[in-house]
């Protein structure tokens, strides 16, 4: 169909103010935060639209279907894998308008459109009393993106993942089929878990456009816990430990002082700790204060017995702020110097190894490799940082090397950044012929015509 006509029929649905084809007015729709020397370029001849229902997203869907119309589903824009990037002319698809949010008290549970932000749903969760217990990052991630990608964050450890939070959805199918999956339900054992499958799945099957998201009660009391040591190693086996005792944080976190400081001084702040090389962040919560004194008392035990300089208790909200947003800005303060970002995630119990790994890679080529991640849950962010001097593949052998080394350790390439539109080479590390053939069967059931999200997983 000619450009024009296309345009045409999409402000017939949606109305002329949510078509717009000027690229200037488009550009931010256009990338996300995947580092840029990573970043696949954005095609040229692109068309955004925002719907504000479920059944204009359907019309659009069904047009570009008919069509042969890519269609990239956007959110946020807060990926690290380039998995929204518009790689081809067609439709960039932003569901920002869709975005109410309501709290079912009764039965602890939100039902949130696509559009509504990470940010958005804290803030109605507490205003009912209630807690989403993950953090999967930006708070200006959206609720569809969340579940694309299946999300992860900080406080995977005690709670899990996005997955563990989604008992229905609302999806439209690139046919323009719309379907409602699971509901306000705790058990729901009703043939193949269809739901299950498209949470993850990274846009290439359907578009996410409403969901029913478990919530919590708000724990009675909560601490975090900054724990210095002078050894990785003993930093490490202190998680094996906490996690073997009867304490389960919401949150173990590596990061390195270094990291920490420079990401405390991009915010114009103060980390709070200095000694120590290797430090834990521990996020405790407890119904009582006396549960949580003893959480605090375990896991400060457990760390004094592994070598740990003097443990930083962090008690006011403010303080345990202030500590969550120095870390969670580590990333944004390496971005500019930073080439990529990956997220091998192994057995907890063999982080340590993978850490040497990394320690003798970059001594091996040279380079500066930066770690931190999740360390209750085995998931490993390693930066590969610009290098002068250094021929362009020294990225590429780092990376690949690194991966393997994950997988060799029982490990996977990616825990919770996907495979999006710069892994695609590397996923036969970790997954063989056949799982790839079925992957590819179910892409094209769902998507016969293959209009969602072009480049996605090597599925074409």
């Not at 190894?353 to 209750?376: Q, R, S």
Request: aromatic content about 4%.
């Amino acid at each position: 169909m000619e450009g024009t006509k296309l345009i045409t029929r999409l402000e017939g649905i949606v109305g002329k103010n949510w078509v717009i084809s000027e690229r200037e007015l488009m550009d931010s729709y256009l990338r996300d935060e995947t580092p840029e020397p990573m970043r696949p370029p954005a095609a040229s001849d692109l068309v955004l639209v925002k719907p504000s229902s479920t059944r204009e997203v359907a019309q659009i869907l069904k047009l570009a279907n008919e069509e042969r119309v890519p269609v990239f589903p956007v959110g946020g824009r807060t990926g690290l894998v380039g998995g929204c990037v518009p790689t081809k002319p067609g439709l960039v698809l932003s569901l920002e308008r869709m975005s109410k949010v309501g709290v079912d008290r009764e039965n602890l549970m939100a039902i949130a459109e696509a559009g509504t932000t990470l940010g958005d749903l804290f803030k109605a969760a507490d205003a009912a009393g209630l807690f989403f217990p993950p953090h999967p990052g930006d708070e200006g991630a959206q609720i569809g993106g969340l579940i694309a990608t299946n999300a992860g964050g900080v406080r995977a450890v005690r709670y899990g993942v996005m997955r563990n939070y989604v008992k229905g959805i609302e999806v439209v199918l690139p046919t323009g089929d719309v379907l409602n999956l699971g509901g306000r339900l705790i058990k729901n054992n009703t043939g193949y878990d269809l739901m299950q499958l498209l949470i993850g799945s990274e846009g290439t099957l359907c578009v996410i456009t409403s969901a029913v998201i478990k919530l919590y009660p708000k724990s009675i009391a909560a601490a975090t816990l900054v724990v210095p040591f002078n050894s990785r190693s003993d930093a490490l086996m202190a998680v094996e430990k906490i996690l073997q005792s009867a304490v389960l944080p919401l949150a173990i976190e590596y990061a390195e002082v270094r990291e920490l400081n420079e990401a405390a001084e991009h915010l114009n702040e103060e980390w709070p700790v200095q000694t120590g090389r290797a430090q834990l962040i521990v996020m405790l919560t407890g119904t009582t204060q006396d549960e949580l004194l003893s959480a605090c008392e375990t896991v400060a035990n457990i760390s004094e017995k592994n070598n740990a300089s003097e443990v930083m208790l962090a008690e006011t909200k403010e303080e345990q702020e202030r500590i969550l947003r120095i870390r969670s800005n580590i990333y944004t303060t390496l971005k500019p110097k930073m080439v990529d970002i990956l997220d091998v995630t192994v057995p907890p119990s063999k982080l340590g190894d993978l850490m040497d790994f990394v320690d003798e890679t970059a001594k091996k080529h040279g380079v500066h490799l930066p770690v931190y991640g999740h360390a209750g849950d085995g998931n490993l962010h390693v930066h590969i940082m610009k290098e002068e001097n250094k021929e362009p593949g020294y990225v590429a052998n780092v990376k690949r090397e690194i991966y393997m080394a994950g997988v060799r350790l029982g490990g996977v390439i990616t825990g919770e950044h996907g495979i999006g539109k710069i892994r695609t080479g590397d996923i036969t590390l970790v997954l063989g012929e056949k799982e790839l053939s079925l992957m590819k069967g179910i892409k094209k059931l769902f998507d016969p015509n293959g209009i969602l999200n072009p480049g996605v997983l090597p599925l074409a």
